[in-house]
């Protein structure tokens, strides 16, 4: 059964910082990955989404990237802002069988003026 | 409207009601998902629909009653529920099927809907 783990659970950092959040799955057999951003009360929002071929993706001040085999995956977010606090969550979908997403319990970002 | 949509966005009710939420996409995807995010406990796959595939989580009690008319419109039937089901419901969907090529299956979710039972 795959599970997914995010390290930090919680991270305050003073605008303006790079920071990096963390996500391991333990079965490597994925499909994707795909990072999410969760507002308080809200739904999510896809940030960026790796295929299992690709090592990485860019999205403005946002990198994902993928080590399959290790079973990692990083969000690098830079020169990070007030409007950036949210939980980020982290999603991966196998590579066969069911299409849903396993979730890990995401990472509080608290980036503070 | 664009996205996916669902309502009612928040829904109290007693442990004797019956309600029903509503998913509606507008990408033209052929996958729906609903899930359950509870507090502190990491989002749970509820159900899938698909042209491929119909799946439910074994662990969903019964009171949670899926209903999937087209491609395009979910629907969540609740009745008797439990104050352990007050939670958020979102709902997400999909395109394309595993192996076309460039096929991402990039997963959009809806906002969500608010549910408290009492």
């Known amino acids: 059964k795959q599970e997914v783990t995010q390290i930090p659970a919680a991270l305050s950092v003073p605008e303006g910082e790079n920071l990096v959040l963390n996500c391991s799955f333990t079965?490597?057999?994925?499909?994707?990955l795909q990072w999410f951003r969760q507002d308080p009360g809200k739904g999510l929002t896809s940030l960026l989404l790796i295929q299992s071929s690709q090592r990485e993706q860019t999205s403005g001040r946002l990198n994902a990237s993928l080590d399959k085999s290790s079973g990692r995956s990083t969000l690098y977010i830079a020169a990070s802002q007030p409007g950036d606090s949210a939980t980020y969550l982290c999603?991966?979908?196998?590579?066969?069988?069911?299409?849903?997403?396993?979730f890990g319990s995401g990472t509080r970002l608290q980036v503070q003026p | 409207e664009t996205g996916v949509t669902q309502t009612p966005r928040h829904l109290v009710m007693g442990m004797t009601n019956k309600k029903s939420l509503k998913c509606e996409q507008h990408?033209?995807?052929?996958?729906m998902y609903w899930y359950k995010q509870s507090a502190k406990k990491p989002l749970e796959l509820m159900f899938v629909?698909?042209?491929?595939?119909?799946?439910e989580n074994n662990s969903v009690p019964s009171r949670f009653s899926p209903e999937c008319p087209n491609s395009s419109h979910l629907f969540l039937h609740l009745h008797t529920l439990q104050p352990e089901d007050s939670a958020l419901y979102l709902c997400?969907?999909?395109?394309?099927?595993?192996?076309?090529?460039?096929?991402?299956?990039?997963?959009?979710f809806g906002p969500g809907t608010r549910l408290t039972v009492l």
């Open positions: 629909y698909s042209l491929e595939e119909r799946v």
């Open positions: 990408l033209g995807h052929n996958a």
């Open positions: 997400a969907s999909s395109g394309a099927s595993i192996g076309l090529a460039g096929a991402y299956n990039e997963q959009f």
């Open positions: 079965d490597s057999a994925i499909y994707n």
């Open positions: 999603a991966v979908k196998a590579s066969t069988g069911r299409r849903a997403l396993t």
